[in-house]
């Protein structure tokens, strides 16, 4: 069964750059038979879909944060990564690292890493 | 891009309710609705994808319908276990989610 877990500071100061890993086990991010991607939750708020990266390296972003986002993998490590640029305060958020699962037409968010909190504050 | 909205947005039920959440997109979706049951804490966990169909290890109390801009959750015995917050998700243009429905305890 795969599994999913986020790392990386959980403090990162305004306008500075965050960063977070999510190493994949159980499976590898090599598969064509899924997306990896992020998803963030501000306190007490919804879920917010940020991007996500293919096998190929291919990448589709969340047009309201594209211009600060960059989504990369290292396949000889299994994990993917999120450089989120320039925050502030609004980026504050339980990060989340998830698979796409793509059955024909279907996509779905079916496993989840546990979350990893990121306060940006000075 | 296609917004969701979910109706209500809480409510209060007891152990044994039937219980039917709303959702709608601002454009037809077809069938590309997902839901998505999240306890505090925790990160999500996927019940319904393709609006209908139960992710394996769901509980048959689960249940999706619609199609094109309007979904229903509904479980139809509330269990203990079932009292989160629950969300709907589009899969027809990239993604996005709905706000929530929280669902607590009467």
């Known amino acids: 069964q795969v599994q999913l877990q986020e790392s990386g500071p959980g403090l990162v100061k305004p306008s500075q750059t965050l960063s977070l890993i999510c190493t994949v086990s159980g499976g590898s991010i090599s598969s064509g038979d899924y997306y990896w991607s992020w998803i963030r939750q501000p306190p007490g708020k919804g879920l917010e879909w940020i991007g996500y990266?293919?096998?190929?390296?291919?990448?589709y972003y969340n047009p309201s944060l594209r211009s600060r986002l960059t989504i990369s993998m290292d396949t000889s490590m299994n994990q993917f990564s999120l450089q989120l640029s320039s925050v502030t305060a609004a980026d504050t958020a339980v990060y989340y690292c998830a698979r796409i699962a793509i059955v024909g037409v279907v996509k779905k968010f079916d496993s989840w890493g546990q979350g990893t909190l990121v306060t940006v504050s000075s | 891009d296609i917004q969701m909205t979910q109706s209500p947005s809480s409510l209060s039920a007891s152990v044994g309710d039937r219980v039917t959440i709303t959702c709608r997109a601002s454009q037809s979706i077809s069938s590309y609705l997902n839901w998505y049951q999240q306890k505090p804490g925790k990160a999500p966990k996927l019940l319904i994808y393709?609006?209908?169909t139960l992710q394996s290890g769901v509980p048959s109390r689960f249940s999706g319908g619609g199609s094109g801009t309007d979904f229903t959750l509904t479980i139809s015995s509330l269990q203990p276990e079932d009292f989160a917050t629950y969300y709907c998700q589009q899969s027809y243009d990239t993604f996005s989610f709905g706000p929530g429905t929280k669902v607590d305890i009467k």
């Open positions: 393709a609006t209908s």
């Open positions: 990266i293919y096998y190929t390296g291919s990448t």
